[in-house]
């Protein structure tokens, strides 16, 4: 069983082209900086468990402090089992039966209204594959680890898996839901503040399970309507003879046995649809920038890049074939 | 010095010295030497064969020990790769099988057998018997594990360690996800690894219950045996479900049984079932043998009574049966039904309770003594600090919307490495220092401890503390690198420098625990703690020379002689009527002296058939068959060699043990330990049965067709067949049973002739059970119902295999004189499981058959 160890060496390579990852674009995958009604829910919850974690920790530390170093005539009270029965049944269970009922108020509070969006995600080794669905249930548009939302609009997210369990999680917005084969999650949830917002796969899945994750942009209405209308229908021709050649380069390298490019032959299924990647913030699910220099990189090395993941590396491409395919492809917008 | 506050003195003002021993003194010259010759234990290079407790728990410490500091090593491997973002130190392969190893290691391989060999270790000295009641067992347990775990840990220098994580959900862990051998070297190691666990669990239930020193009743058991007893009765109803999940993904990987995948009407769910049922136990089977530590060290280092003692003995029976009501709080993000969450969450709060009432307990005893501070008090001072934190935390992740947003994050990893180092590590430190003067001439060095603790407590907190926030930011666990972006370096820095301190303060532990360990019996360092239970009774190989009268929880300190007396053999039994090794059975409640018991001495058998279980399970994942079953079959005659000499029947009349007591040196029935640990072994089974039944209705409830539509029901006239031939063989056998209780010196022919008659009738059951299904048309690879139903039938074959093994030994033990209507453990032991295996596939086959009817 020998693989070949990942390395971000070729990185460096790819750094003259653009800086390593997401840098520009400001991110977050937090959930202590909540920008949803879910995640704040959840947040609040969290900073009331810790102030009253952090008190009662405080109080049986002084407890024992008491116990060990006060005078005997002192802790008199606390050697008998009205002691023990007090701290140790009592509190605990007037604390709990109190915080139980917290918590199920604010998960009622998590219950959003009926979602005015439809999307469909697939987790798949080691990406995300996104459906966007009309009311019928139709894929109206087909992208991957990017979704864009309106903000301040409940969206469901109907959560599949294709073949190991994964788990959608985007901190900032909401908890995590688990992609199951053959089982369908669903999930409703909104942004209320336009933003980027990181994601990642929160069940381990394999090789790359650390480098699954994916974007959520979330924008005014009109913004969004924007951007699903410029995503929709064919992509658009290459401008220019270098881009034709990279286009030509790309179908005949066999790139589109497994993507779709739509209004070309590429129609294949089992990777990444590439329509619109140009216009993407990540490649590799999260993991770099899409800029020429990343697109040449990933497609000459990804097996280098990213080890174990389905794409293999492209390393018979010369130099110049690599150049006019990554800028075909970042011409895709 | 006795007993030191007015509290205990009051306490115990009831309690006299009695005027009169069981025994007179001085005892006959040769007694002791009797004795002295039965307990003598083997040299050289015999010491493999050596099964008595004090040996096998030492080995069984250091092994675990050993994987402890291994999978500490693969943890420090991590953290320095995760020192820094985008680290190329170490690959996602390598990394991937550094995290399933560490966990499987840290969980099956090192805290589960540590905390049992702890208990084999100090068991029997605690109730003051001679040994533990199958010492062979023990050690047979002890070799499985020893090689097993060796083995298992060898795969990492192969590259062929397990890369599933440690709770190995499928689908990624099946055959199409994870092709070769690494996933079987963890289901099939791990998975009979287990079987040691569940052969000490059997060996410590039998143990506390039948062999307490005389007076010991229920009220006066030293709470650290009563924690025993819980943990050992969980490990009896949690393991199961852990082999049968390791079974069924073994056979989906290695026949394509389609268990777990969802397109064949299998799903990936009832592993999680399975594996958690198990999996949340297991956290308390880890955690109340350290409680019951921590219980038996705080009234010594405060030279107090424990307060509460019913109270904390309730609090652990308490937590014993919650904890099987949480298994699915590490499922809250599969998307089950908000109701159920809510029920799991209530009872995972719960759980908190008990475990509060053993903290205040010990907080209550400290209040009423005077805390000494040496390094043993020290670990249970900073075991206090930290499993409170992380029991308060778990309180947190209890709450389904906050688990959502740190389930599987580095909040998590703060979480459960803060209860379980806190739980179970600082207190098996503690231990080490406490007991240690019980096998040592020499106690460990307080001066380097108080740098052990310090290191070990800093750095826990260090490398823990901050992954809470590490988690919250968005760090998901199970990640081999980050990118820098995301901000986390400078809290992964600060963890992985805790790491190496945890490290530097664990390695000037082993340094002091090898540099200060000079084993001896009889000369160890003794009482230097003034403690006030029987483990610190001066000792010799045969363990207390006289088993003594125990009228409190505190003997040492009530009865001030009771060491001398003891060790002149004042008390009962005090030398070795049958010339061998013996203890002192007496009865479960009030632990009044009942019959003698032969204990067994050292014997090849447990090491090689030990080895030779390893080698069948290993040459399977293998898939060198041949060879397997040659393993299989030396492991096999391994263990009849060793039961041969047992089943002694009565050697001798009854034998004076003192107090003008005369008790059987053989006994049969309930009375007997064999039957007792029947019953606990035919309880693991109807729990891995349980097990099946409920994965059967499992499925059928996720499925939307049962049996799926084009497959038939075999027709009634199978299972009525199958069910007369099952019951048959069940009534040829009572009746056998019978036929012997009434004249116990009759024909052999009795018993001879049902065993004889018996084995075809289950053996043409099982057939027509499993033909039933063949000629239905179903097939095990066809559907997740195919596997389930073909799963039953190949039960009720392999209990079959076991039953034949049972049927021939007694027979041949027959046909040599060795068994009859009197001398018939070894007939009593064949018939239990004989009722039972027919009872499980009466059952199975109403479930098969009558329930798809009934419903459909």
Not at chain 1, 4 to 27: E, M
Not at chain 1, 243 to 259: E, V
Not at chain 2, 651 to 659: D, N
């Amino acid at each position: 069983m020998q693989r070949r160890r990942p390395s971000f060496a070729p990185l460096a390579a790819l750094a003259a082209a653009g800086p390593l990852a997401l840098a520009g674009c400001n991110s977050s995958q937090s959930a202590l900086a909540p920008r949803g009604p879910h995640a704040g829910a959840v947040d609040t919850l969290t900073w009331l468990v810790f102030a009253g974690g952090t008190l009662i920790f405080l109080a049986v530390m002084l407890l024992l402090v008491a116990a060990i170093l006060l005078r005997r005539d002192l802790t008199a009270w606390m050697t008998g089992n009205a002691f023990i029965i007090g701290f140790g049944i009592v509190f605990p269970v007037v604390t709990l039966t109190s915080l139980l009922t917290f918590s199920a108020f604010s998960s009622r509070a998590l219950v959003t209204p009926a979602p005015r969006l439809r999307i469909e995600v697939v987790g798949e080794q080691f990406w995300w594959r996104v459906h966007y669905l009309d009311a019928r249930g139709a894929a109206t548009l087909v992208t991957a680890n990017e979704i864009r939302i309106p903000v301040d609009t409940p969206v469901e997210f109907i959560l599949k898996a294709q073949d190991v369990i994964h788990s959608f999680w985007v901190p900032n917005l909401a908890g995590k839901l688990d992609m199951i084969p053959g089982r369908v999650n669903s999930y409703v949830f909104a942004a209320s503040e336009p933003g980027v917002y990181r994601g990642q796969c929160a069940e381990y899945c394999g090789a790359q399970h650390a480098l699954m994750a994916f974007h959520v942009v979330a924008a005014p209405q009109a913004e969004f309507s924007a951007w699903l209308a410029q995503q929709t229908g064919d992509a658009i021709e290459p401008a220019t003879p270098f881009l034709a050649r990279g286009r030509q380069l790309f179908l005949d390298a066999g790139c589109g046995a497994c993507h779709v490019i739509r209004g070309t032959p590429a129609d294949g299924l089992l990777g990444p649809d590439l329509t619109r990647v140009g216009s993407r913030l990540s490649l590799a699910a999260g993991t770099f920038p899409v800029n020429i220099g990343t697109l040449a990189g990933w497609t000459s090395s990804a097996q280098h890049l990213k080890p174990g993941n389905l794409m293999p590396s492209f390393g018979n491409l010369r130099g110049a074939e690599l150049r006019a395919i990554a800028a075909y492809l970042e011409s895709l917008k | 010095m006795t007993v030191t506050s007015d509290h205990d003195r009051r306490r115990h003002a009831g309690v006299a010295v009695p005027e009169s021993f069981p025994n007179p003194v001085p005892r006959p010259a040769a007694e002791l030497e009797v004795l002295r010759r039965a307990w003598e234990q083997p040299h050289g290079w015999r010491i493999f064969t050596a099964v008595n407790n004090t040996y096998v728990g030492i080995a069984y410490i250091g092994v675990a020990l050993l994987m402890f500091l291994l999978a500490g090593v693969l943890a420090v491997l991590m953290r320095t790769q995760l020192a820094v973002p985008e680290n190329t130190l170490i690959g996602h392969d390598l990394y991937n099988q550094l995290f399933t190893m560490h966990g499987t290691i840290m969980m099956f391989l090192f805290a589960v057998p540590m905390v049992e060999a702890i208990g084999i270790y100090l068991i029997p000295n605690m109730l003051a018997a001679r040994d533990l009641p199958f010492p062979r067992l023990s050690a047979y347990a002890f070799w499985t594990y020893a090689v097993g775990s060796v083995v298992f840990f060898g795969t990492l220098f192969f590259g062929v360690a397990p890369t599933g994580g440690w709770f190995m959900y499928p689908p990624l862990t099946s055959y199409v996800y994870s092709p070769g051998v690494s996933a079987d070297f963890w289901l099939l190691g791990i998975g009979y690894i287990e079987i040691s666990a569940i052969a000490g669990a059997i060996e410590i239930i039998v143990g506390i219950l039948k062999t307490r020193a005389p007076g010991m009743s229920l009220e006066k058991i030293p709470v650290y045996c009563w924690a025993m007893l819980v943990f050992a009765l969980m490990i009896v109803f949690a393991f199961p479900a852990i082999i049968l999940a390791t079974l069924l993904l073994e056979l989906e990987r290695a026949f394509h049984w389609p268990f777990f995948i969802a397109a064949k009407g299998g799903d990936p769910l009832l592993w999680q079932h399975l594996f958690w049922f198990f999996g949340h136990p297991e956290v308390y089977v880890i955690f109340l043998p350290a409680a019951g530590i921590v219980s038996m060290i705080v009234p010594t280092m405060v030279q107090s009574p424990l307060v509460g003692y019913r109270l904390v003995v309730i609090a652990l029976i308490a937590t014993g049966f919650i904890s099987f009501g949480l298994w699915v709080h590490h499922m809250y993000a599969t998307g089950l039904p908000q109701l159920s969450l809510s029920f799991f969450s209530a009872a995972s709060m719960a759980v908190a309770i008990p475990s509060g009432i053993q903290v205040f307990a010990w907080i209550a005893t400290m209040a009423s003594g005077r805390l000494q501070f040496n390094t043993a008090s020290l670990f249970i001072l900073g075991f206090l600090f930290i499993f409170v934190l992380g029991g308060l935390t778990g309180v947190m992740v209890a709450l389904v919307p906050f688990d959502w947003q740190v389930h599987d994050t580095y909040f998590v990893v703060a979480h459960f490495h803060y209860v379980l180092i806190g739980g179970m590590v600082f207190p098996m430190f503690a231990a080490f220092y406490y007991w240690y003067p019980t096998a040592s001439r020499e106690a460990l060095s307080e001066r380097l401890g108080r740098w052990v603790f310090a290191l070990i407590f800093i750095g826990v907190n260090m490398t823990f503390f901050p992954m809470h926030f590490t988690g919250l930011l968005g760090m998901p666990r199970r990640v081999y690198t980050y990118i820098s972006e995301m901000g986390w370096g400078e809290l992964n820095l600060v963890s992985t420098i805790g790491a190496y301190m945890i490290a530097a303060g664990v390695a000037l532990f082993v340094i002091d625990l090898v540099r200060k360990f000079k084993f001896s019996f009889e000369e160890n360092k003794g009482n230097i703690w003034n403690a006030g239970t029987l483990e610190w009774l001066s000792t010799g190989t045969y363990a207390s020379r006289s088993i003594p009268i125990v009228r409190s929880r505190e003997p040492l300190w009530d009865q001030p002689r009771l060491a001398r007396d003891a060790k002149e053999g004042r008390y009962f039994l005090p030398g070795a009527p049958t010339g061998d090794r013996e203890a002192l059975i007496t009865s479960p409640i009030e632990a009044s002296p009942q019959s003698i018991l032969q204990i067994p001495d050292e014997h090849w058998g447990p090491f090689a058939a030990g080895v030779c279980t390893a080698g069948f399970f290993y040459m399977l994942t293998l898939k060198v068959l041949p060879v397997a079953a040659l393993f299989a079959l030396l492991a096999i005659a391994a263990i009849l060699w060793w039961v041969w000499d047992l089943d002694r029947g009565p050697v001798r009349g009854p034998a004076e043990i003192g107090a003008g007591l005369s008790v059987p040196v053989y006994v049969t029935g309930p009375a007997s330990h064999v039957w007792w640990a029947m019953a606990v072994l035919m309880l693991v089974a109807g729990t891995l049965f349980t097990c099946v039944v409920f994965s059967y209705f499992f499925l059928w409830l996720v499925n939307p067709a049962w049996p799926p539509a084009g497959t038939e029901l075999p027709h009634l006239g199978w299972p009525i067949a199958a069910g007369i031939a099952y019951a048959a063989s069940s009534l040829v056998i009572a009746w056998s049973s019978r036929a012997l209780t009434r004249a116990p010196r009759g024909s052999p022919w009795r018993m001879r002739l049902p065993l004889l008659l018996a084995m075809p009738l289950y053996a043409a059951g099982a057939a027509v059970q499993l033909m039933a299904q063949w000629q239905a048309g179903v097939g095990p690879q066809d559907s997740g119902y195919g596997a389930m139903v073909y799963l039953f039938a190949s039960l009720q074959l392999l209990f079959g295999g076991v039953l034949i093994i049972m049927a021939c030994y007694t027979l041949v033990r027959s046909a040599l004189g060795m068994q009859d209507g009197i001398r018939r453990g070894t007939f009593d032991a064949t018939m239990l499981f004989w009722h039972y295996s027919v009872g499980q596939g009466i059952v199975a086959l109403v479930v098969v058959s009558l329930f798809p009817r009934a419903v459909g």
